[in-house]
Structures are given as C-alpha cells and as structure tokens.
C-alpha cells in the first residue's frame, strides 16, 4: 500500500518527531523515503547583499538537515533518497507528492522551535487539506510545552 | 509502533476511505482496529418526540456503520473492536484515543456526502492539531468532485 514514503523536513537542526514513523512505516512496507526540505529564501520578493547571505544560511541548514535524516535512514538500512527544493514550503510539497509517486507524506505538526513550530505546522494543515494521498500528521512529545 | 489503531467512523453507510489504510496498518503491525462512531444527539439542548426520533435514526445508523467495518475487518482477520460513544464527535474521539491507548488515528478527510463530509473534514482537522499520537488524514478518491 505504501511504496514511496514522502518527509517533508525543516531547514536546520530542529528535532522532527516524524522520522522515527516514516522510519518504521518503511521498514513495515519495505518503502523508499523521499526526505525534502523546501528553502524559500524570498529571492523573489527581496534582494541585497543581506537577502543573499541568508538565503545561503537557510540552504545551508536544509542541506545539513536532510543530510542528518538520509544518514540516520541509511544506516536503518532504509532506502531514502534526499533533496533540497527552492520555493514555497507547501507548493514544494505539493509538487514533490507527484514527483515522488509518495503513496503517503508523514510530517510533524510542528516543530520544537518557535517560529517554524508555528510555520511548519501551518504548512502540515494546508497539506493534510491539498493532499491527493494519505497524510501522518505527528505531534511532538512535549507538544504540551 | 502501532499496536492500537483508533478508527472513527461516520453514522450512517457514507464510503470511507480511511477504513483500508486502518486494515492494511493493522495487518503490517499486527495490531488491533478500534472503530467508535460517535452520536451527537443534541438531546442535551432540544427535547421532543421529533428530537428522540431523530436520535433514534442517527444511534440506529451509527451501530450499523460500526457492525459494517467491524464485521469487513473482522474477515480480513483483523482484532477489531466496536463502540457507538455518546457525545460531541471531537470529545468522543480524544476521549477514545485515551481509553483505547490508541497509537495511531486513521481518518477520512471528509466522506462522500454533503454535510457529513464538512462535519467529518472539520473534526478530522479539530483532531489533528489536539491528538497527542499521530493521525493518518485519509482523503477522498474521487476527492476532487
């Protein structure tokens, strides 16, 4: 039922409750994990030397994040494969549903830290609406803090 | 991971998509469904033989949509448990994620019919943003019409 698993992450090093289920639902189904972070560096919207430097501070932390969660599946010996995506966080996901072939997303509904706890459990609300396939929606553990 | 699958359903016979992805967890994790249909009578706020008739009809389909999913899983030879619960459907179902020591809640987006389908949705979005275990938002096939 589940072939291809879709996880969306948070640039940066922000705990993700997610993974330890996109992990087991792959080790359940025998499912390859699709680990994407979306960098929206409001290029579009903005520019100067400020805009540019942190543009390459979030795709940095995108790139470190889903460089620790393909590691951590990998050696799960999970089949993932890792990508970081510019653009808007939720368009992003909706077009890497697609690209995917993801037969389900897992995402956190939020995150341990203050601004993108917030933005990312936005994003997982429009998702679980817009969603063509199945959506996880996981809380934090200490989501009562 | 998942060893108690909470599986709420909508009185009446309204599809229900969410109810393969319940069979399919259980079976990969060899855990038990527990489908709760909860019947909002109103009973608390309106009284009146058209009132009690009306209770009658919604707590008469609600035992029958939970007998229909029980007895399907049931064949598949699934663990199933069956309860119509009393009361506001959010309540019913946080209480439940409780009482059942749920790990996981499986859960239609919105069903096939009209009004139950913005009731369903609206509860199902309620729960995913108070649900203390992860939720898995099951859309619609023909979700687009």
Sequence with gaps: MYDDILLPVAPGSAANDAVPHARSLAERYDATVHVV??????????SGPRVASLADRVEAGAERRVETV???????????????????????????????????????????????????????????????????????????T
């Design 37 to 46: 972070s979306a960098v929206d560096t409001l290029e579009h919207t903005l």
């Design 70 to 144: 393909t590691t951590e599946l990998e050696e799960a010996g999970i089949d993932v494969v890792g990508n970081v995506i510019h653009g808007d966080p939720l368009q992003v996901i909706k077009n890497a549903i697609e690209d995917t072939g993801a037969d389900i997303v897992v995402m956190p509904t939020h995150t341990r830290t203050g601004l993108q706890r917030v933005l990312l459990g936005s994003v997982t609300e429009k998702i679980v609406r817009v969603s063509p396939v199945p959506v996880v929606t996981v809380p934090m553990a200490d989501r009562e």
